[in-house]
């Protein structure tokens, strides 16, 4: 069923005004986009690769490349907030999840710094804590467990942004984003599926909450199944409405294929610990 952040008429309230999307082309933040366009007074959108939909009046597009200092300070020239959905998003180049997402996490923050954003959005992953096995209750203050290269660059992610609050004020909400899909379709999902209503609503709740501070979610929607407890969801209003279980009968109708001592059977970060970064090869599926 889809919750409130479907709505027709969108809500601004709350919202700071102008607003800055990093990694715009990408699949979180084609989703993004429409939505933030429709509730701010601008949005700049930046990525390595240009948008596919053309401009809106309000929206500015800006290629930059996370790993440049100095543009990322150009980048965040007058905006109010941050959604970062940029980085790089594999195990498979070393070199790009180094300097993407280490080098270029501290150049957003520095920028942020430095031109007086006060409030980022950030997009981490549940693979931060991928090493505890299946089953096992994690909450956001227990020990990170990165399953990857991938996963312990988002974990410096998490680690920096506390540093920048702590030291210099800046609020940040970091997801920790689950299977994001338009609905679940094998047995972890069932355990990791956000929808993409709410995984809107947590952005959304990252921008406007007030008192904010330095806040770690697991983005994921309802379920009886779930691994992942923490109380800044509570703390900062992510009450998601989606549920797994609507999908729980269909999704189980189809068996489970992996052996016992599988990783997906084994790891809550799944495939993602047989990834190994100094050998490249293509992404496996259901990750």
């Not at 907030?81 to 270029?104: P, R, S």
């Not at 996490?105 to 920028?111: D, E, G, P, R, V």
Request: with cysteine; glycine share 10%.
């Amino acid at each position: 069923m889809p919750n409130a952040m479907s709505n027709d008429q969108p809500s601004n309230e709350g919202l700071p005004r102008r607003i800055l999307l990093t990694g715009c082309s990408g699949t979180l933040g084609a989703l993004l986009r429409p939505w933030l366009r429709a509730r701010v007074d601008y949005l700049r959108i930046s990525d390595l690769v240009p948008p596919s939909l053309a401009l809106q009046p309000n929206e500015e597009f800006v290629a930059c490349e996370l790993s440049d200092r100095e543009g990322m300070l150009r980048l965040l020239d007058g905006v109010d907030a941050v959604v970062h959905m940029g980085g790089g998003g594999n195990e498979f180049d070393a070199d790009v999840t180094l300097q993407a997402n280490v080098i270029g996490t501290f150049n957003l923050y520095h920028a942020a710094l430095e031109k007086g954003v006060r409030r980022i959005v950030l997009a981490s992953t549940n693979h931060a804590t991928g090493y505890y096995p299946v089953g096992t209750a994690v909450t956001a203050d227990m020990p990170v467990r990165p399953d990857s290269l991938y996963a312990v660059s988002k974990c410096f992610g998490e680690t920096l942004s506390r540093y920048f609050f702590d030291r210099h004020g800046i609020e940040t909400l970091a997801i920790r984003i689950g299977s994001c899909r338009v609905r679940p379709t094998f047995k972890r999902e069932l355990t990791t599926w956000i929808s993409h209503d709410d995984f809107l609503h947590a952005v959304e709740r990252g921008l406007v909450a007030p008192g904010l501070g330095h806040a770690i979610i697991y983005g994921v929607s309802q379920t009886r199944s779930g691994w992942w407890r923490d109380d800044d969801s509570a703390r900062i209003g992510y009450r998601p409405r989606d549920s797994a279980e609507d999908f729980r009968a269909e999704v189980e109708a189809r068996g489970d294929t992996y052996p016992d001592g599988h990783s997906m059977r084994v790891w809550q970060g799944g495939t993602f610990t047989e990834y190994d970064y100094r050998k490249p090869q293509p992404p496996k599926p259901r990750p």
